[in-house]
């Protein structure tokens, strides 16, 4: 069945260096978008990418991801990480042609000084 | 413009209790609506969605219960409340299968 992994539960990264949030996704739909959304503490998530274009790069806020059918991920990255990124990001796909959408387990960002 | 609201903001209630938790959305027509549970440091749980008036489905089994009374409203519910039951509760619309999630502001529920 259609699925979503993000492997890394917590990810510590030092301000100013680089990090790379990964997503895998299993689905049997070819014609999906995909979604990260952000939730900082005590907040709703709120919608940070989307993508539905093969190879394409997708930036917003300091991030970017490409989605990349061939090895289905989805991964998040950022050059240069900020304090205020801490967060927990979730990866999430439509499932199929159904009112169903399937979230990760979600990867809490932890960015210290 | 579609606005989302829920209600209330916070509650604390007692283990046993009964519990009802509401969403509505204003400006969309016939939204896909969602609940999410997310236990306090965990990760966000689907436990119903509903494409349509009167037709619900059950993702996540934790003894809650779900409505769409009308086209606009999801409600949330149990008669007795367990001490797990305690987190985050997120309702959510969308139009269509590949448009984005829109999540109201939250409701956090304490059982004691």
């Known amino acids: 069945g259609d699925s979503v992994t993000q492997t890394e539960g917590l990810v510590t990264v030092t301000e100013g260096l680089p990090v790379m949030l990964n997503c895998t996704y299993q689905t049997a739909y070819s014609d999906v978008a995909f979604f990260w959304y952000v939730q900082y503490l005590n907040e709703a998530p709120k919608l940070l990418l989307r993508s539905s274009t093969d190879n394409k790069r997708t930036e917003h806020q300091g991030f970017h991801a490409t989605l990349h059918k061939s090895s289905s991920s989805f991964h998040l990255q950022k050059s240069s990480v900020q304090l205020s990124d801490s967060a927990l990001y979730y990866c999430a796909l439509p499932r199929g042609n159904t009112g169903k959408l399937i979230f990760g387990l979600g990867t809490t960002l932890q960015v210290q000084p | 413009a579609q606005t989302i609201h829920q209600w209330p903001v916070a509650e604390i209630k007692a283990v046993g209790s009964p519990l009802s938790l509401g969403c509505t959305i204003k400006?969309?027509?016939?939204?896909?609506l969602y609940w999410y549970w997310q236990a306090t440091g965990g990760t966000l749980q689907q436990l119903f969605y509903?494409?349509?008036?009167?037709?619900v489905e059950s993702v996540v089994q934790l003894n809650l219960s779900a409505s769409r009374p009308k086209d606009d409203q999801f409600i949330l519910s149990t008669e007795k409340l367990l001490l797990s039951h305690s987190g985050f509760y997120l309702c959510?619309?969308?139009?269509?299968?590949?448009?984005?999630?829109?999540f109201g502001h939250g409701t956090k529920l304490s059982v004691l």
């Open positions: 959510a619309w969308r139009g269509t299968m590949n448009e984005r999630l829109f």
């Open positions: 509903s494409i349509t008036v009167g037709q």
């Open positions: 400006g969309k027509s016939s939204p896909n």
